[in-house]
Nanobody
Framework: QVQLVESGGGLVQAGGSLRLSCAAS????????MGWYRQAPGKQRELVAA???????NYAGSLKGRFTISRDNAKNTVYLQMNSLKPEDTAVYYC??????????????????WGQGTLVTVSS
């Protein structure tokens, strides 16, 4: 019953901005890491940005300075603020989470989930 729900994708003009959201719902004890990946047409899936439970973050080198990842721990939600968008940013963006969830009382397990993907299209 644990799942990731993404929102915020759409069509935007070059130079514009979008904010993606990914909410983890269900019985969650803690979050090890949450992040965003993207896959452009004909390309391999690549890391966009991710953050760990320790607070460290990492970005794709070409995106740092335009994209910002943040998290609301109370809502189990991660955001991706995308500014100065370029046509080459067009891709399906996927949320990824590594979670700690209860299996039985006092027993926990790691669970990795992917969101369904949200399409971002940047027109020139």
């Amino acid at each position: 019953q644990v799942q990731l729900v993404e929102s915020g994708g759409g069509l935007v003009q070059a130079g514009g901005s979008l904010r993606l959201s990914c909410a983890a719902s269900g019985s969650i004890a803690s979050i090890n890491a949450m992040g965003w990946y993207r896959q452009a047409p004909g390309k391999q899936r690549e890391l966009v940005a991710a953050g760990t439970s320790s607070g460290s973050t990492n970005y794709a080198g070409s995106l740092k300075g335009r994209f910002t990842i943040s998290r609301d721990n109370a809502k189990n939600t991660v955001y991706l603020q995308m500014n100065s968008l370029k046509p080459e940013d067009t891709a399906v963006y996927y949320c990824n989470a590594n979670l700690v969830v209860p299996a039985t009382p006092g027993i926990y397990r790691n669970l990795e989930l992917w969101g369904q993907g949200t399409l971002v299209t940047v027109s020139s």
